[in-house]
């Protein structure tokens, strides 16, 4: 089935550890995008990436990093964990129109549960 | 700002009854419009989606969605609710490069 693929499912991480969360896609979608979904705050972008070889920042992209090495994956990086970054993250990918984020829907993967202590 | 509101963080409904979801944006001009649902453990599936033209959308699951310029809202209906309509929806604005979630509305549906 196509779709998004995110890994790991959930994660526990001690503060100043280094994580990096994996995404992949199958739809040959050019746009992926990050999102950190935090209680009473919806989901939040935090990079985009608007075609293979290019990458932005989205509304909170501090403490996090991207790189997008071909069309299907998409992996986020924390360098130096810290107890806010504690959060659901949600991948996800788009076709379309848009110099940044595209204007069709998107879709999601089922997301990683991190835990930062 | 662009901006998404869902004023309502938690709505619970009896099963067999009628639900509505409101939405209201804020954009400069008639943003792309989108609801999505969430279930536990998930992530988000489009429902519907309003671009231009008709101002009644009809999704998938029996949801429809109505866009209302005056209103500035795009609120989203059920007829009949059903047990497994339980979950949180996503209501969602596009404009100018830029896509604004709400903070989403939980919905308990009740025996």
């Known amino acids: 089935i196509a779709g998004i693929t995110q890994a790991p499912t959930s994660q526990i991480l001690a503060a100043g550890r280094r994580m990096t969360l994996r995404c992949t896609q199958d739809?040959?979608?050019?746009?992926m995008y990050w999102y950190r979904q935090d209680l009473g705050l919806g989901l939040r972008l935090i990079h985009y990436?608007?075609?293979?070889?290019?990458?932005g920042k989205g509304e909170v992209p501090d403490g996090y990093s991207v790189s997008r090495a071909n069309t299907d994956d998409f992996p986020l990086t924390l360098a130096s964990a810290v107890p806010s970054q504690t959060s659901v993250y949600f991948c996800?990918?788009?076709?379309?129109?848009?110099?940044?984020?595209?204007?069709?829907?998107?879709?999601f993967g089922d997301g990683t549960r991190l835990s930062i202590l | 700002a662009q901006s998404v509101t869902q004023p309502d963080i938690h709505i619970t409904v009896s099963e067999g009854a009628s639900l509505e979801l409101r939405c209201n944006y804020s954009?400069?001009?008639?943003?792309?419009l989108f609801w999505y649902v969430q279930s536990p453990g998930q992530g988000l599936q489009l429902l519907l989606k309003?671009?231009?033209?008709?101002?009644l959308v009809q999704g998938i699951k029996g949801f429809e969605a109505e866009f209302k310029r005056s209103q500035s809202s795009f609120n989203l209906r059920k007829p009949s609710v059903h047990w497994s309509d339980a979950a949180e929806y996503f209501c969602?604005?596009?404009?100018?490069?830029?896509?604004?979630f709400g903070a989403g509305t939980r919905l308990t549906v009740k025996p």
């Open positions: 996800a990918s788009s076709d379309g129109q848009g110099a940044k984020v595209k204007n069709q829907p998107q879709h």
């Open positions: 739809m040959r979608h050019n746009a």
């Open positions: 990436s608007n075609t293979a070889g290019t990458t």
């Open positions: 954009y400069g001009a008639t943003p792309y």
């Open positions: 309003y671009f231009s033209g008709d101002t």
């Open positions: 969602a604005g596009y404009n100018n490069n830029d896509m604004r």
